[in-house]
C-alpha cells in the first residue's frame, strides 16, 4: 500500500487551493484531484515535487501532465458517473486515475510498450482499474466505440477523423491540435451527428504519434 500521511494530505489541499484559483471550478475535478495520491506516480527522487503544478518527466521520454492541465481538460469533459470514456496517451494513469475517481469507465490506450506494461502493472494497484489497452490510439478503439467522452492527451496536429467517428451522438471530445511546440485546446462536441468546436487556451503536449497522428512510432 502507497502511503498517504498528514504532510501529502496537506499538499494535496493546497495544489487543489491554486487550481480553484487559477480557475477551476467543477467541484467534481477538485474532489477527485484532492483524493488521487499523485506522489505515487513519481520515483522517490522527485517526490518533493509531486504537487507542485507542473508537468514532470516519467521515463521514456513522456511526462505526466500538469495538474492545472489534467484539471482544465477534465473539466471540459463534464463528466458524469458511469460515462464511457476514452483517453489516449495513458502516460503515468495520472489522468485515467482522476477519471476512474470520478465514476467514469475508462478505455485508455498507450503507443509505448513499456509504459503500457509499467502503468497496467501499477495501477490497478492504487485501486484504479480502466481498461488498458496498447496501440496507436490516433485511430481510437473501434471494438469498443462509441464514446461519451474522449480525451486526448498528446499534441495532434488534426483532429483525427478516426475519433470523431467513434464519438458517441451528444459527445464531447477534448483534445490539443497545433504544431509540435503549441497547440490549441479544442473542444469537440456532437450533435444530430454535427460537430461543433469550441477553443481554448494554447498548451504544450508531447506529440500524438500513429497513424493520424504525426506519424511513426
Ligand atoms: N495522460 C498521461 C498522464 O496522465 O500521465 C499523460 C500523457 S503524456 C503527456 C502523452 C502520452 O501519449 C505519452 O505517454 C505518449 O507515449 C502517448 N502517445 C503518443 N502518441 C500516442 C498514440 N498515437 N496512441 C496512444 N498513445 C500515444
Given at each position: 500500500?502507497?502511503?498517504?500521511?498528514?504532510?501529502?494530505?496537506?499538499?494535496?489541499?493546497?495544489?487543489?487551493?491554486?487550481?480553484?484559483?487559477?480557475?477551476?471550478?467543477?467541484?467534481?475535478?477538485?474532489?477527485?484531484?484532492?483524493?488521487?495520491?499523485?506522489?505515487?506516480?513519481?520515483?522517490?527522487?522527485?517526490?518533493?515535487?509531486?504537487?507542485?503544478?507542473?508537468?514532470?518527466?516519467?521515463?521514456?521520454?513522456?511526462?505526466?501532465?500538469?495538474?492545472?492541465?489534467?484539471?482544465?481538460?477534465?473539466?471540459?469533459?463534464?463528466?458524469?458517473?458511469?460515462?464511457k470514456v476514452l483517453?489516449?496517451?495513458?502516460?503515468?494513469?495520472?489522468?485515467?486515475?482522476?477519471?476512474?475517481?470520478?465514476?467514469?469507465?475508462?478505455?485508455?490506450?498507450?503507443?509505448?510498450?513499456?509504459?503500457?506494461?509499467?502503468?497496467?502493472?501499477?495501477?490497478?494497484?492504487?485501486?484504479?482499474?480502466?481498461?488498458?489497452?496498447?496501440?496507436?490510439?490516433?485511430?481510437g478503439?473501434?471494438?469498443?466505440a462509441p464514446f461519451d467522452k474522449i480525451i486526448v492527451?498528446?499534441?495532434?496536429?488534426?483532429i483525427p477523423t478516426a475519433l470523431i467517428e467513434q464519438l458517441a451522438e451528444g459527445g464531447i471530445m477534448i483534445i490539443?491540435?497545433?504544431?509540435?511546440?503549441?497547440?490549441?485546446?479544442?473542444?469537440i462536441t456532437k450533435r444530430?451527428g454535427?460537430i461543433?468546436?469550441?477553443?481554448?487556451?494554447?498548451?504544450?503536449?508531447?506529440?500524438?504519434?500513429?497513424?493520424?497522428?504525426?506519424?511513426?512510432?
Open positions: 500500500m502507497i502511503e498517504d500521511n498528514y504532510r501529502q494530505r496537506g499538499l494535496r489541499n493546497n495544489l487543489v487551493k491554486k487550481l480553484r484559483l487559477k480557475g477551476i471550478l467543477d467541484e467534481e475535478v477538485l474532489a477527485a484531484i484532492g483524493k488521487v495520491p499523485r506522489h505515487a506516480f513519481f520515483d522517490d527522487a522527485l517526490l518533493s515535487h509531486a504537487y507542485e503544478d507542473k508537468a514532470f518527466p516519467i521515463g521514456e521520454g513522456q511526462t505526466i501532465s500538469q495538474p492545472y492541465t489534467v484539471a482544465f481538460q477534465t473539466e471540459k469533459l463534464r463528466i458524469r458517473p458511469s460515462d483517453e489516449i496517451g495513458t502516460g503515468s494513469g495520472y489522468q485515467a486515475a482522476i477519471l476512474v475517481e470520478m465514476g467514469a469507465k475508462v478505455y485508455t490506450i498507450e503507443f509505448q510498450k513499456k509504459l503500457y506494461e509499467r502503468t497496467k502493472e501499477f495501477l490497478p494497484s492504487l485501486g484504479y482499474k480502466p481498461y488498458f489497452f496498447f496501440g496507436d490510439g490516433s485511430k478503439i473501434l471494438s469498443k492527451t498528446a499534441g495532434a496536429p488534426v490539443p491540435v497545433g504544431d509540435r511546440e503549441k497547440q490549441m485546446m479544442l473542444k444530430n454535427k461543433t468546436q469550441e477553443e481554448f487556451d494554447n498548451f504544450a503536449f508531447v506529440p500524438l504519434l500513429g497513424e493520424q497522428g504525426w506519424g511513426g512510432k
